[in-house]
């Protein structure tokens, strides 16, 4: 999650290489580490980030994807409902 953070303070900043490259470890930290919610945050952002950045590619689609699939409860949380909302977005 401080890597997530950091990344979303780098992209506020606007160093948006450097926050997608912190997006990207938090993803795969939060992935190594099994923490499901973790993961689906710092996923939705990266995909909400390359999405800005006109990157609709199905890296940002399969990442998110496996995100959701990894919450088993929760379906009406703020966390799930917007990254299925960028998920619909993103298969547009």
Known sequence: ??????GCR?????DVDA???????AC????WQGAHWF???AARDLAALRMARGDNSGVSLSA???AL???IEGDNLRDVVEARDLLHLLRE
């Open 1 to 6: 999650e401080i890597q997530r953070l950091h």
């Open 10 to 14: 780098l992209l506020h900043e606007g």
């Open 19 to 25: 926050a997608e490259e912190a997006l990207g470890r």
């Open 28 to 31: 795969a930290t939060a992935d």
């Open 39 to 41: 993961k689906l945050r």
């Open 64 to 66: 998110l994807v496996s």
């Open 69 to 71: 699939d990894s919450v």
